[in-house]
């Protein structure tokens, strides 16, 4: 009983066994839709993570986008315009902002409203943001003597008022206790 062949991993292969099998997979991805968005997915997966966790990566991303920003503003004349007219429109907003209370007050509204939402709906938003918050608070204990003194007396009252809470439950329990 003769089995199937196996399959050859890509490193045993002769090259023009390799350039049959590369073929076989482009042509695939042009062919399958399903095949093509699984790969799409599986790459998109592979950079976001690799994007999170290699500093190195992320750099070259970084200068390969403003690499290409520049040659884009360089050489496209609508783009360069778009351009032009989007960071007139932020400075515009930047002065705003500056000499407008109530602009200001509807902005930072609109900004917190936005955050409580992600907060409440985003769970990898919200480990970000309380991440930051105790970064900026432990910074904040280390650097401020007023802030400093103000956490170690709202932590006495807090510790004090969980005691004064136990107290009272376990009063209640003797009372219970002593009435049945």
């Known amino acids: 009983m003769g089995l199937p062949p196996m399959t050859k991993r890509v490193v045993d292969m002769t090259p023009a066994e390799l350039d049959r099998h590369r073929a076989r997979d482009r042509e695939r991805y042009a062919n399958d839709a399903e095949q093509r968005e699984r790969q799409r997915t599986r790459m998109r997966k592979y ?4 994007y999170a966790t290699d500093p190195e990566f992320r750099k070259r991303v970084f200068e390969r986008k403003r690499e290409y920003q520049r040659e884009r503003y360089a050489n496209d004349p609508e783009f360069r ?3 032009r007219a989007l960071e007139r429109k932020r400075r515009l907003e ?3 902002y500056a ?3 109530e602009y200001r007050e509807r902005r930072r509204e609109q900004k917190r409203e936005y955050k409580r939402t992600r ?3 985003d769970p990898g938003f919200r480990e ?10 432990r910074e904040r204990l280390a650097t401020d003597a007023e802030y400093r003194e103000r956490n ?10 969980a005691v004064a809470r ?9 009372l219970m206790e002593g009435s049945a």
Not at 128 to 137: A, S, T
């Open 119 to 121: 907060y409440a709906n």
């Open 99 to 101: 000499h407008d209370p």
């Open 128 to 137: 970000r943001q309380l991440l930051v918050i105790g970064e900026r608070n």
């Open 47 to 50: 950079r976001r993570e690799r």
């Open 94 to 96: 930047r002065e705003r």
């Open 166 to 174: 136990q107290l009272t439950a376990r009063r209640r329990a003797d």
């Open 152 to 161: 170690r007396e709202y932590r006495r009252r807090k510790k004090g008022r």
């Open 81 to 83: 315009e778009r351009k």
